[in-house]
């Protein structure tokens, strides 16, 4: 029962998850890291202070069940596959997979938290065969709005080229900024969208593009003027959602004007939203992961060394 073990630490949460290949299972711990009241996120300092702090309960209480051997580990080293992309809160989980990997006498394999973001969202759409094709992605987060072509590599598993990406804010930025505003705890994501559940408008919001990119500034601007208009918080959490997912449905349409007919795959915080998801399904070929795989995750980094040991899933 070979198993593989993914670690992740975004600016955002303390993931670690085990992959077991002869089952297809995938048993997975995380913590987000603690943020105070009225802001919006931590500085790098802070955040890899916190994961030093969770990273040993996250492991604790992942291998409290489990007995098995670790044949690989995986890990996120970077935001990006691409030059200069660096975040310190990601030497935690490298520092502590290169340890095990030298304790344990095991091959670690390191990529970037956005490719553990989409073989996680193949995984939990269990579209994983695509990772031998090509298609289209969507790393939707507190600080990626990227639409992603994503061809099979040898060394990367999953190259990804940007094919469209936020030139000002990000969306997950636009929800928390919004939510922070109406007094919601950061990340606010989850208690955005129970509020916006709450709200009986319409919107129809007409997005900022330049080609295949987008402008997402305007979104806090705009609910900063409702709040300052005394509108209803379920109202400006409804506005804030529906123009995320207009932004989402202009950048799908138009990467899919130039590559007809490729799988869209939706991964990141964001994409966890049921508004967003049930609108996009409506009208593409998409796929989305289940919100324990949408938001900050360690599966994909587990798939990840599953394959480098073994090749193709």
């Known amino acids: 029962m070979p198993l593989y073990l993914g670690i992740d630490t975004s600016n955002y949460t303390t993931s670690?998850?085990?992959?077991?290949?002869?089952?297809?299972?995938?048993?997975?711990?995380?913590?987000?890291?603690?943020?105070?009241?009225?802001?919006?996120g931590l500085r790098q300092s802070d955040a890899v202070f916190h994961h030093t702090q969770q990273l040993p309960v996250v492991i604790g209480r992942l291998f409290s069940g489990i007995n098995k051997e670790v044949?690989?580990?995986?890990?996120?080293?970077?935001?990006?596959?691409?030059?200069?992309?660096?975040?310190?809160?990601?030497?935690?989980?490298?520092?502590?997979?290169?340890?095990?990997?030298?304790?344990?006498?095991?091959?670690?394999?390191?990529?970037?938290?956005?490719?553990?973001?989409?073989?996680?969202?193949?995984?939990?759409?269990?579209?994983?065969g695509l990772i031998n094709e090509r298609f289209i992605a969507f790393h939707v987060s507190g600080g990626t709005t990227d639409c992603l072509l994503i061809e099979p590599d040898k060394d990367e598993v999953i190259k990804a080229s940007e094919l469209g990406t936020s030139l000002d804010l990000k969306a997950g930025q636009a929800v928390d900024r919004a939510g922070v505003m109406l007094g919601l705890k950061f990340p606010c994501g989850k208690e955005l969208?129970?509020?916006?559940?709450?709200?009986?408008?319409?919107?129809?919001?007409?997005?900022?593009?330049?080609?295949?990119?987008?402008?997402?500034s305007g979104i806090e601007n705009q609910c900063r003027k409702m709040l300052d208009n005394k509108a209803e918080p379920c109202d400006i959490a409804k506005f804030c959602i529906t123009s995320v997912y207009a932004v989402v449905r202009a950048m799908t349409a138009a990467a899919l004007s130039?590559?007809?007919?490729?799988?869209?795959?939706?991964?990141?915080?964001?994409?966890?939203?049921?508004?967003?998801?049930?609108?996009?399904?409506?009208?593409?070929?998409?796929?989305f992961a289940e919100p324990e795989f949408s938001c900050d995750n360690a599966a994909g980094t587990a798939i990840f060394a599953a394959v480098k040991e073994n090749g193709l899933l």
């Open 16 to 40: 670690a998850a085990v992959y077991n290949s002869d089952t297809g299972e995938i048993i997975q711990e995380k913590l987000l890291l603690p943020v105070k009241n009225g802001e919006l």
């Open 71 to 128: 044949a690989a580990v995986g890990v996120s080293t970077r935001p990006r596959n691409a030059d200069g992309s660096y975040m310190p809160c990601f030497t935690c989980g490298e520092g502590l997979a290169d340890s095990l990997s030298a304790i344990i006498k095991k091959p670690v394999y390191k990529t970037s938290h956005q490719v553990g973001h989409v073989l996680a969202a193949l995984y939990s759409a269990d579209k994983t």
């Open 193 to 216: 969208e129970k509020l916006a559940e709450k709200s009986t408008k319409s919107y129809n919001v007409k997005p900022v593009m330049k080609g295949r990119s987008c402008c997402l």
């Open 258 to 287: 130039e590559y007809k007919g490729l799988p869209v795959v939706y991964a990141g915080g964001v994409m966890s939203n049921r508004f967003i998801r049930e609108n996009i399904c409506r009208e593409f070929n998409a796929f």
